[in-house]
């Protein structure tokens, strides 16, 4: 009697008998559910502390980072002077936030990544 099945299939497991995939059958998400904690992608970049021999250093990465103009790069090391923490960069993704926070780092300021 000839073999019906093709060689390269197997022949079908059903949930009775364990199967390939046991955990469709038992009511379980598919290839491993959702992820057990979600890591975020997207950062919001503040500026938090800076130093004040380094002024000029940081409002001109201030300028590079955001593309405004001096007087709005000044505002915000300003603000950042007084504490409270202007916004460089809104959802930006994990990369480029941590690069602008190394760059920052460099001249002596510190980024928050919200």
């Not at 059958?25 to 380094?54: H, I, N």
């Not at 916004?87 to 930006?92: R, T």
């Amino acid at each position: 009697m000839p073999d019906e099945t093709k060689k390269d299939e197997a022949p079908f497991v059903g949930p009775a008998y364990g199967g390939p995939y046991p955990e469709a059958w038992r009511g379980a998400p598919a290839y491993g559910g959702p992820p057990k904690s979600f890591e975020q992608v997207y950062f919001d970049v503040m500026l938090s502390t800076v130093e004040p021999v380094q002024m000029i250093n940081t409002i001109r990465l201030i300028r590079d980072v955001t593309g405004c103009a001096l007087g709005e790069a000044k505002r915000i090391y300003d603000e950042a002077s007084q504490d409270k923490s202007p916004v460089l960069k809104k959802e930006v993704y994990r990369v480029e936030a941590r690069d602008i926070e190394h760059k920052f780092e460099a001249v002596g300021a510190k980024v928050l990544l919200q």
